[in-house]
């Protein structure tokens, strides 16, 4: 098999981790982004290493800002060569009902969520077209399919990001390019799990499965998205959700 390069956004955070493991437990090379106000690199290499994934590359950035990703991504590429593989997981909240939502929540939650797709993905796509092979994997949410109350610039985004994925998907099909989204439900992340159990469990009592996604199942989605037998799916969005909404 040939190894891949990705690069995965937000990839300190428990989903992230998740991806990156699970890519490389694909074969690939595993570049880890991170924010550096809020990631702990040196930890969560350790953490990575005790775990057996001793050769993730970490590069930071701010994917809200456009020179920031132009950065991070000729980093990523000098230590670890071309990107085939991007994989657009990270993103923010900050909830709050509508009415009393200010500027700042909206403006911080679609830069960090919608823009930084396109911020991230300017870097590689043309990249990827002119080698004639690219995988990019954007995480949208079970909220941007349905809508959740508090969360109208969370929802938005999300939205945002599977209209994104269906253009770009359009633009890139005959290129040997794949674009495709995946749209979680609730994850069995550590800072989920930390939610008070009575409020988890009236959480969990919503998804018809009646418990949450695991971790390494949204990670594995993406290693087949980034694989070479799923050459033929492009625009798609992956429901993984426990049966929570049909779209």
């Known amino acids: 098999m040939t190894q891949r390069v990705a690069l995965v956004t937000g990839a300190m955070g428990g989903l992230g981790t998740a991806i990156c493991q699970e890519l490389c437990k694909a074969g690939h090379k595993v570049v880890a982004a991170y924010h550096p106000e809020f990631d702990k690199p040196d930890e969560w290499t350790k953490e990575m290493a005790d775990a057996g994934f001793k050769d993730f590359v970490c590069v930071s950035g701010d994917i809200s800002s456009f020179d920031s990703c132009v950065a991070m991504v000729a980093e990523?590429?000098?230590?670890?060569?071309?990107i085939d593989i991007?994989?657009?997981n990270a993103g923010i909240t900050r909830?709050?009902?509508?009415?009393?939502?200010?500027l700042g929540q909206w403006d911080a939650v679609i830069a960090t969520n919608l823009s930084s797709l396109f911020n991230m993905s300017k870097q590689v796509s043309s990249k990827m077209a002119e080698r004639g092979w690219g995988r990019i994997i954007n995480i949208s949410s079970v909220n941007g399919l349905k809508g959740q109350a508090g969360q109208t610039n969370y929802s938005?985004?999300?939205?945002?990001?599977?209209?994104?994925?269906?253009?770009?998907?359009?633009?890139?099909?005959?290129?040997?390019?794949?674009?495709?989204?995946?749209?979680?439900?609730?994850?069995?992340?550590?800072?989920?799990?930390?939610?008070?159990?009575?409020?988890?469990?009236?959480i969990i009592e919503t998804v018809p499965m009646k418990r949450l996604a695991k971790p390494e199942e949204i990670g594995g989605a993406c290693a087949y998205l980034a694989s070479d037998i799923a050459a033929?799916?492009?625009?798609?969005?992956?429901?993984?959700?426990?049966?929570?909404?049909?779209?």
Do not use: C, H
Request: no cysteine.
């Open 76 to 82: 990523a590429e000098a230590k670890a060569g071309p």
């Open 156 to 202: 938005a985004a999300k939205a945002g990001v599977i209209g994104f994925t269906k253009a770009l998907a359009a633009e890139l099909a005959a290129k040997g390019v794949t674009v495709n989204a995946i749209a979680p439900g609730y994850v069995a992340t550590k800072m989920v799990m930390a939610i008070k159990p009575e409020v988890l469990q009236s």
């Open 95 to 102: 909830d709050r009902m509508f009415a009393k939502m200010e």
């Open 232 to 247: 033929f799916m492009t625009g798609a969005t992956m429901n993984i959700n426990g049966g929570l909404y049909y779209q």
């Open 86 to 88: 991007l994989v657009n």
